[in-house]
């Protein structure tokens, strides 16, 4: 067969396809056809917004994340606060502890008085405790402060009163201590109550 008398005989049957079609079904192709065409140009023709609408949408996006940003705050605000509370209180209780022995160690002194014939083996008693608060004390960081003979500092000495100096030497300088002053590290506890030489 030649190649003409095979198209002719394809187009021939596409003919006879069309023509034994019933017209519904033809419409149903084209309104097909039409719909698939229509939906592309809407997919392609999508509105756009509006300034307003896009500022609208921004302004609520912006109140969203702001209002995540201050609950976090809260939050934070709070755990730092409960954190800082249990620390204080964690504090105290263990420098309290750390307190007991020697208070053990005075009740006992305490009653030791009561039946107590050596007057010197009890004053070794209350050195011992004595030396062993000062220790703890220092192990917190807490020493005294040296004010007597010592130049009078307003930082770190109260003068409680003026006493004429015996010297010149002895002008604006610490001549008796009536109370001890502390410090602890770097920061003063207790100004030293002083008498000061003029």
């Not at 190649?3 to 005989?9: P, S």
């Not at 084209?30 to 719909?35: H, Y």
């Not at 220092?138 to 010592?150: D, F, H, K, N, P």
């Amino acid at each position: 067969m030649a190649k003409e008398d095979i198209e002719d005989l394809q187009q021939q049957d596409e003919q006879d396809i069309n023509d034994n079609r019933k017209p519904e079904e033809t419409e149903n192709i084209e309104d097909s056809n039409n719909s698939e065409g229509s939906q592309e140009t809407q997919d392609d023709e999508a509105p756009e917004l509006s300034i307003e609408e896009k500022l609208t949408a921004e302004l609520a996006a912006q109140k969203r994340a702001y209002l995540m940003l201050m609950a976090e705050f809260d939050n934070y605000r709070k755990r730092t606060l409960k954190e800082k509370q249990e620390l204080i209180k964690n504090g105290a209780s263990k420098a309290m502890e750390a307190l007991l022995p020697v208070i053990d160690d005075v009740e006992r002194a305490i009653q030791a008085m009561d039946s107590a014939t050596d007057v010197d083996a009890l004053r070794e008693g209350v050195n011992l405790i004595h030396e062993k608060f000062v220790k703890y004390l220092s192990q917190q960081g807490v020493t005294a402060i040296e004010s007597t003979g010592a130049d009078f500092d307003p930082e770190l000495h109260e003068a409680i009163t003026m006493f004429p100096a015996a010297s010149d030497e002895q002008r604006g300088k610490v001549v008796d201590t009536t109370t001890k002053g502390y410090m602890i590290h770097d920061k003063v506890l207790r100004h030293a109550k002083v008498v000061v030489g003029q």
